[in-house]
């Protein structure tokens, strides 16, 4: 039996005897990590907000907005997290520190890059963008799908979550 299904009989077992128990523990399960097999981390979502409160919510949680590492971690993001109404999403590539000089939150270094076409661009009309998204199917720009956009600091999303060690 894993973990989960240890909790979730736990978590049954005590909902028997007090019914509000099993509301207020939902919640905290609202969160789903999902592994990935290829390197063994845990990711979730933030809820909507801007990429540097997300960060704050990720490192409260024990991780960081996602580095992504390579097309495989990219594509498996794409797959896992991306729903037709996807928009964009958070991820830890920012260029805070250094107009231009984008780098990952986590302090990872990378050498793979997935802009779209014309980004970033640091768009003026946005005051400067700073804050690296994953471009989902309902994005309005027509960026294609799975290619990162630099976005600006007052935009609400939801963020991916890498978090490395096996804690829960
Ligand atoms: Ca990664
Ligand atoms: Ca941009």
């Known amino acids: 039996m894993n973990k989960l299904n240890v909790k979730l009989t736990l978590l049954f077992s005590l909902s028997l005897f007090s019914p ?17 097999p290829d390197n063994g981390n845990k990711y979730f979502l933030t809820p909507e907000m801007t990429w540097e409160n997300a ?12 580095t992504i590492n390579d097309e495989k971690e ?12 996807t928009k964009f999403l958070w991820i830890g590539i920012n260029d805070v520190e250094k107009e231009g000089d984008f780098v990952w939150i986590s302090g ?15 768009n003026p009309e946005h005051g400067g963008e700073h804050f690296g998204t994953l471009n989902g199917i309902a994005n309005p720009f027509d960026r ?10 007052h935009a609400i999303l939801r963020g991916i979550v890498e978090k490395v ?4």
């Open 55 to 66: 960060q704050q919510w990720a490192e409260k949680k024990g991780g960081n907005l996602v």
């Open 108 to 122: 990872e270094k990378s050498d793979y890059f997935n802009w779209a076409k014309g980004e970033p661009n640091n």
């Open 74 to 85: 990219n594509q498996w993001l794409v797959e896992t997290f991306l729903t037709p109404e």
């Open 165 to 168: 060690t096996d804690e829960d």
């Open 20 to 36: 509000w128990i099993i509301r207020s523990n939902l919640k905290a399960e609202e969160i789903t990590k999902i592994v990935n």
């Open 144 to 153: 294609p799908v799975g290619t990162w956009s630099d976005a600006p600091a």
